[in-house]
């Protein structure tokens, strides 16, 4: 499979909303609402912010939330904060227990 | 609280063989698939292979099918990634995860002569 694509930057001012896009095929993305979003720190453990397009795991802040419209998903930080600032990444399943990621996207905060 | 752990990771000669090992805590380790992630040097993620509860199912992307395998040990909470015939194109941060939540915070494999 083809990585999903992503922006490879997208910077905003504290308290600025964001939206990061993920755009795959109808083979994944479109297919299946299994989309989750990954915060990585360089050096850490990436961490699910994500799951299932919409869904946020316990402890992860109510200013991140997903959606997703055909074969693209989307991220969107609101309020975004310096602690924010690190890459994103999506990755979504793509049957026969596959699954492909997006290309990354850095997230700046200015 | 879940934790994974790798380890095994360091530098190899090309054709040479590596094995690399998710030490996994704080779940039921028996009950869920697992999976190998890699992330090359100025690149992206690539999904490498998974394996089921019991290990009767693995997966493998082409990039590996035939070089790697994919086994665990489920009373020792243990993950594994058996690489050979490694190539200078393997060279990548290696993650292993649970349910494709949880990761761990990988370990560096350099393919170099």
């Known amino acids: 499979q083809s990585a999903l694509t992503q922006p490879a930057s997208v910077s905003g001012s504290p308290g600025q909303s964001i939206t990061i896009s993920c755009t795959g095929t109808s083979s994944d993305v479109g297919s299946y609402n299994f989309v989750s979003w990954y915060q990585h720190h360089p050096g850490k453990a990436p961490k699910l912010m994500i799951h299932e397009v919409s869904k946020r795991p316990s402890g992860v802040s109510n200013r991140f939330s997903g959606s997703k419209s055909g074969n693209t998903a989307s991220l969107t930080i609101s309020g975004l904060q310096a602690e924010d600032e690190a890459d994103y990444f999506c990755?979504?399943?793509?049957?026969?227990?596959?699954?492909?990621f997006g290309t990354g996207t850095k997230v700046t905060v200015l | 609280e879940v934790q994974l752990v790798e380890s095994g990771g360091g530098l190899v000669q090309p054709g040479g063989s590596l094995r690399l090992s998710c030490s996994a805590s704080?779940?039921?380790?028996?009950?869920?698939?697992m999976h190998w992630v890699r992330q090359a040097p100025g690149k992206g993620l690539e999904y490498l292979s998974a394996i089921s509860t019991d290990g009767d199912r693995t997966y493998y992307a082409d990039s590996v099918r035939g070089r790697f395998t994919i086994s665990r040990d489920n009373p020792k909470n243990t993950l594994y990634l058996q690489m050979s015939s490694l190539r200078p194109e393997d060279t990548a941060v290696y993650y292993c995860i649970v349910s494709m939540d949880v990761w761990g915070p990988g370990t560096t494999v350099t393919v170099s002569s």
């Open positions: 704080g779940f039921t380790f028996s009950s869920f698939a």
């Open positions: 990755c979504s399943y793509a049957g026969r227990d596959t699954y492909v």
